[in-house]
């Protein structure tokens, strides 16, 4: 039911519990107690005595066959797609159901994780209905050296994807933050398993603050889509299938070219090029001039002691004069 209401609400105007019953053939209680509990579970539900309920245009409910009517027809079957309401992460359901059922290319995405992860052993807020968290599994032959820079590969190609929707501004931090307005919007946290040497395979996770407002769990600086305030694409089915549809291309480009095809692009997004920064590693603490990323993906900084190459993995990156 809560479906077919937010369906009736997509259009972003305020419509009256009473007339939402008479549509859907139920009670007006029974409406009030649908909705309920999402705004319990701090979805932007607007309520006004008088007017009824609204909430921001598009923002209905994940639907598969949704996601997959927005894609080229050519990439309909290219994934398998699973839905749950409720997951302790989308990358860890994605790798049970390989170890289930055999590796293919497949999508995982969720209403709601209750464990979602992070990296470096980080949560990830994770609220019903209001933010995308979705993994890709894809197989990978010829070891999983091969996928040097494949994480800035899938940051860059959320920027061009959120680009092109309508988002102005989203940047990159090193290696694969996605900011908007300095503030953290998206992640992006790759998982390989198998054979690392031969067949691998690969979970890409991503999870995009898209409608949330609120969250007192976080200890970084955030937004989300809505919080922008630019007046851009919400539909999260529709955010999914554009960037399914170019993360398929960057894959593909990405096997042919690896990450060298992405340098000159990556860097044009990057956020923090030229600044003096920290590259924090555990106890270690680097500091240097961000020169970019070279053809594998590696920071190049500018240290006291000349050039170095620093590559992925569980390192973080600071400003060294953030205010
Ligand atoms: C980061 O720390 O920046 C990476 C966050 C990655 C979060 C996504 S949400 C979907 C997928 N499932 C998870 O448990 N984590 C990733």
């Not at 409406?31 to 006004?48: A, D, M, T």
């Not at 009517?69 to 159901?97: F, G, K, M």
């Amino acid at each position: 039911m809560l479906h077919a209401i937010l369906a009736l609400l997509a259009d972003g105007q305020f419509h009256s519990g009473e007339k939402l019953g008479e549509q859907l053939g139920v009670s007006r209680a029974a409406i009030w107690k649908s909705l309920q509990r999402l705004e319990q579970q701090g979805f932007p539900l607007h309520r006004v005595r008088g007017k009824g309920y609204r909430i921001p245009p598009g923002a209905v409910l994940l639907d598969c066959d949704l996601v997959q009517a927005a894609l080229p027809a050519p990439l309909q079957q290219r994934w398998q797609w699973h839905l749950y309401q409720q997951v302790d992460s989308t990358n860890a359901q994605a790798q049970r159901l390989i170890a289930e059922s055999g590796v293919r290319p497949l999508v995982v995405i969720a209403e709601q994780q209750t464990a979602g992860r992070g990296r470096r052993g980080r949560q990830w807020s994770s609220p019903f209905g209001q933010n995308l968290y979705m993994s890709f599994v894809e197989p990978v032959s010829g070891g999983a050296q091969g996928l040097e820079g494949l994480s800035l590969v899938v940051g860059l190609t959320l920027v061009q994807t959120l680009d092109a929707c309508g988002y102005q501004g989203c940047q990159l931090k090193w290696p694969n933050d996605i900011l908007l307005n300095g503030a953290k919007l998206a992640g992006v946290l790759l998982e390989i398993s198998g054979d690392l040497t031969a067949d691998a395979v690969v979970v890409i996770g991503v999870g995009v603050n898209v409608l949330m407002e609120q969250d007192g769990t976080i200890d970084q600086g955030w937004t989300s889509l809505r919080r922008s305030g630019q007046k851009a694409l919400l539909d999260r089915n529709q955010l999914i299938a554009a960037f399914a549809q170019r993360l398929a291309q960057a894959l593909a480009l990405f096997a042919r070219d690896g990450f060298a095809a992405f340098q000159a692009q990556w860097q044009a997004c990057d956020a923090w090029l030229g600044a003096e920064v920290q590259v924090i590693s555990g106890a270690n603490i680097l500091v240097g001039s961000n020169l970019g990323v070279d053809t594998t993906g590696a920071l190049r900084l500018l240290t006291a002691e000349g050039e170095r190459q620093v590559s992925g993995g569980e390192v973080s990156l600071r400003l060294s004069h953030a205010s």
